[in-house]
């Protein structure tokens, strides 16, 4: 056993080229064409090394990226004490209190949100009033030069009825939605729409 | 006695070369402030280390009072501000030194890049060098929520939310870095971990290639 | 050991079991003429000057740490939406890029990505961009140009955002003074206030919403100084935002001189 440990290290310790210039020309073709000692070894311990590797990172890459792959609480829906006939063609503002848990945290007093409530074309639509600009806060019919339209005070930014943003106006897109759902004649808003 | 102790330890682990080539090799003229005033632009290298010292260790000290949980993290803030001996110093070097480091880092950046010592052979340094430039924003940005002051919760906003704006990767790059949907919780606490380990780990791991390869290559020479 | 006695005829001496050699050669200081001119050992010639320069920089350091205070902010709050967000200093310029037409909006990919994915890749692949075995800045007027018009381009774009933010600050909500009452609030002063689009930035009690609250307005401003704002906006506050009479602005003007709340 001693002895076949021996005769291989030295085989792999000379490379082919120098074993062929010694005259030792058997032995250089039978190493390359087969896996030698040295090699085998040193494959072995590459995907030793793999092996470590992965079985130590995959539980750790998984945990940090669980956030990527978890669902959203996405089809929480709340009712804002609004039946669908009060709902007309004009908006209507309503406020609701969403309670979102933050991994461990959950906030006791919940969050305040607002929705502009309107009907149009038969559907039920509810949208985010912060203006696509900078945030601010818009509001319905408010300024008398633009009657029938979402208007933001902060730079004059206008959207129509249906929450597209009027052309040469600061927002560069429409105003964002929350989903919508009817439940025994109630309206029930969900999680804002991400574009 | 302290001859034989070295002695002692020298005689089994052969220390000497170890540190012997660091103390010995030749400093030349060109680098020096005292030949040449001119010279102390070669120094902000040794003086961005120097700062990178003072934040790790104002750091390491800050942790003793500070938690990154929502609700605390405010207030264990101010508290080892206002309230904790020298506690106004300790986070004043670590706030104002994150600005120096970042002023620095750039000076020295640019000194590499005028006098041309990028180029070959050191080539590979320069490229270890741009990689500890981003790990030190990097330190910036997530340092910079920590306190989860206004300002911090803005600007880690507008920060996630420029990140998000990459095509098609953008928005599991803002849910990565928050943890979440939104900034919150568990944002502060991803950020803490990047702050004071992973990033903190890259940086002394890139420190240290730099300073090899820098005792490898020697300095450039004069222009 | 083992090994040692039999491979190897030369006999090799180490301390104990070890890989140290007990029989190692002296370590003599490397002749270092590389360089011209005169060179010195780093220990302890050389770092005693660096650390010179370090005990310089340390002082001028503390000194800045012990004259400022480190800022610490009002607790986070996400439903604050006056608040006026901006990054750290060194992330300004990226910030103001992303408000420029080409970098917003339709061409945000320019901005978060192309720009800056180029300056990256530029700084970081420098060694093989430049090649030549020219060092000095002068005689490799490319890579300096591109290098003096980056920084330009950073310092101005990191002013721009600076003044800007400055700018808006100045019509974000600030102070509110103890007093809160409003004078003369069924006066016409207040409908006109009211009326307009005022009250919808400044707040039905001019507590300030979107912009800055106007209790004790009086005190700062003069009632030319109002009328001016009122005309051309300040800040993110556009010109033009009063649509009434100029009798009615003279009411409105005489009214916010009133209000000196403290």
């Given amino acids: 056993m001693n002895m076949f440990w021996k005769v291989g290290v030295l085989a792999t310790k000379i490379p082919a080229r120098k074993r062929l210039q010694a005259g030792l020309k058997e032995v250089g073709e039978n190493v390359s064409r087969k896996v030698s000692r040295r090699q085998f070894l040193t494959y072995t311990l590459g995907g030793t090394a793999g092996f470590l590797a992965s079985g130590m990172l995959f539980p750790m890459v998984r945990y940090a990226i669980d956030p990527l792959l978890k669902k959203g609480e996405g089809g929480q829906f709340h009712d804002v004490g609004l039946s669908v006939d009060e709902i007309t063609e004009t908006p209507k503002q309503v406020q609701f209190t969403v309670h979102r848990k933050d991994g461990w945290y959950n906030p006791p007093k919940g969050e305040q949100m607002t929705a502009w409530v309107l009907k149009l074309n038969g559907e039920y639509i509810a949208f985010s009033p912060i203006c696509k600009h900078l945030g601010c806060t818009v509001n319905w019919n408010s300024n008398p030069q633009f009657k029938n339209e979402f208007f933001c005070p902060c730079h004059f930014g206008r959207y129509k009825k249906d929450g597209t943003n009027v052309p040469g106006t600061p927002p560069s897109k429409p105003l964002d939605r929350y989903e919508t759902k009817v439940q025994d004649g109630k309206l029930l808003i969900g999680p804002l729409v991400k574009k | ?223 | 050991m083992a090994n040692n006695q039999e491979g190897n005829h030369k006999q090799v001496h180490y301390v104990g079991d070890s890989h140290v050699r007990a029989d190692r050669s002296k370590l003599y200081p490397k002749d270092y003429d590389e360089f011209p001119g005169k060179t010195e050992p780093f220990l302890p010639n050389f770092l005693l000057k660096e650390w010179m320069v370090a005990v310089v920089f340390l002082v001028g350091f503390m000194t800045l740490v012990m004259a400022e205070e480190p800022p610490l902010g009002e607790f986070a709050d996400p439903t604050n939406t006056s608040f006026l967000p901006v990054p750290d200093w060194y992330f300004l310029f990226l910030y103001q890029l992303l408000k420029h037409k080409w970098a917003a909006g339709d061409f945000v990919v320019v901005g978060t990505m192309i720009v800056p994915g180029i300056a990256f890749m530029a700084l970081l692949f420098a060694p093989w961009l430049d090649r030549s075995k020219e060092r000095r800045p002068l005689k490799r007027p490319v890579a300096t140009g591109i290098m003096i018009i980056t920084l330009v381009a950073i310092s101005a774009l990191t002013w721009a955002a600076e003044y800007e933010h400055e700018q808006q600050l100045l019509s974000a909500p600030g102070e509110t003074p103890e007093n809160t009452e409003i004078a003369a609030k069924d006066s016409k002063g207040y409908d006109i206030y009211a009326k307009n689009a005022c009250i919808k930035c400044h707040g039905e009690n001019l507590e300030g919403t979107n912009g800055p609250g106007l209790l004790g307005v009086g005190n700062k401003l003069s009632a030319d100084e109002i009328s001016k704002i009122i005309a051309e906006g300040r800040g993110t506050m556009p010109a033009g935002m009063f649509q009434g009479s100029p009798a009615e602005e003279k009411i409105l003007v005489e009214w916010l001189t009133k209000q000196t709340q403290k």
């Fill in chain 2, 1 to 223: 006695m302290l001859r034989a102790i070295y002695d002692w330890v020298d005689e089994r682990l052969d220390i000497t070369p170890l540190w012997r080539d660091v103390a010995d090799h030749e400093v030349p003229e060109h680098v020096n402030p005292a030949h040449h005033f001119s010279a102390f632009i070669y120094c902000f290298g040794g003086l961005t280390f120097f700062v990178v010292v003072i934040q790790i260790l104002s750091g390491m000290f800050l942790a003793m009072n500070y938690v990154p949980d929502i609700e605390n993290a405010h207030r264990s803030v101010q508290y080892l501000q206002n309230e904790v001996a020298m506690g106004v110093i300790v986070r004043g070097m670590h706030h104002w030194g994150a600005s120096v480091a970042i002023v620095m880092l750039f000076l020295h950046t640019l000194r590499v890049f005028f006098t041309g010592a990028y180029k070959h052979p050191r080539e590979f340094n320069w490229v270890i060098g741009m990689l500890i430039f981003f790990v030190m924003l990097g330190l910036g940005f997530t340092g910079y929520l920590l306190p989860w002051d206004n300002k911090a919760y803005f600007a880690t906003k507008v920060g996630v939310e420029i990140a998000g704006s990459v095509p098609v990767l953008g928005p599991y790059i803002a849910t990565f870095l928050q943890g979440g949907d939104i900034v919150g919780a568990q944002t502060l606490a991803r950020f803490y971990a990047l702050h004071v380990f992973f990033l903190p780990a890259a940086l002394l791991g890139l420190l240290g290639a730099h300073f090899i390869l820098i005792r490898r290559q020697g300095i450039s020479g004069p222009l």
